[in-house]
């Protein structure tokens, strides 16, 4: 009876003679499985629900069973952890604009493309999710470095200016918070030709004096919030 006895793996329905080929066996729809945890796929399976939503009307009975089953998968998890290596900002609101613009998902990856939608983004974001986002950013550095001793009031007067340079121009500090504080100005006044025009796209202050005029009140609560922390 035991000679007869064959393991099926019940993601493709192969069957062995031995338990432990069956455990060794890895096959695409078990490789889908036991990746479902990960983040860049739990981005993908998002992106895959959002795509049906605005495609078809609605996601309602879409899940993971269905997500591992489609052509679609591996386009979708490329994604998904691409966003999640560049650490996009706004990952929905990304990936909305990519469907709403009929940009074809072979593409999505692109570093042209996610510039082409976080410049005019992070223009027009309200500026409590620009003061919250730039915050946990900063705190995050100082926490990795030790010598800014003074914490986040540090930031903009010691820290690395590449490194907060690089912070500006991938949406992680936004102009509301390098405006709107004593050390943030200053900060501008130490870069050199080639980092002021990294930069500049996303500080261009001719826009960001009429958005701060336009939007008085967020500007006078993003001044004090900052102030606050000690910036």
Not at 94 to 123: A, G
Request: contains cysteine; proline residues 2%; glycine residues 4%.
């Amino acid at each position: 009876m035991s000679d007869n006895m064959s393991y099926t793996c019940k993601y493709c329905g192969k069957s062995y003679r031995k338990e432990s080929t069956l455990a060794a066996h890895l096959c695409e729809p078990k490789r889908r499985w036991q990746e479902e945890k990960e983040t860049g796929v739990q981005f993908g399976l998002r992106a895959y629900k959002r795509f049906y939503e605005i495609t078809q009307g609605s996601a309602r009975n879409k899940d993971y069973a269905d997500f591992c089953k489609s052509p679609y998968y591996n386009a979708f998890v490329k994604f998904g952890r691409y966003c999640t290596g560049i650490r996009a900002i706004n990952f929905m609101n990304f990936c909305e604009w990519l469907l709403q613009n009929n940009k074809k998902i072979d593409h999505w990856c692109k570093d042209k493309l996610y510039q082409e939608w976080m410049l005019p983004y992070i223009k027009r974001e309200q500026a409590q999710d620009a003061l919250e986002r730039g915050v946990k950013e900063m705190l995050d550095y100082c926490e990795e470095h030790s010598e800014l001793k003074n914490g986040i009031a540090d930031y903009f007067r010691y820290a690395n200016s590449n490194r907060i340079c690089h912070h500006i121009s991938t949406g992680r500090v936004s102009a509301w918070l390098v405006f709107n504080c004593d050390s943030g100005v200053e900060f501008l006044d130490t870069l050199n030709e080639e980092q002021l025009q990294i930069i500049y796209p996303y500080i261009d202050p001719e826009y960001w004096q009429r958005r701060f005029t336009d939007f008085m009140a967020d500007t006078e609560w993003v001044k004090q919030s900052l102030k606050d922390i000690g910036l």
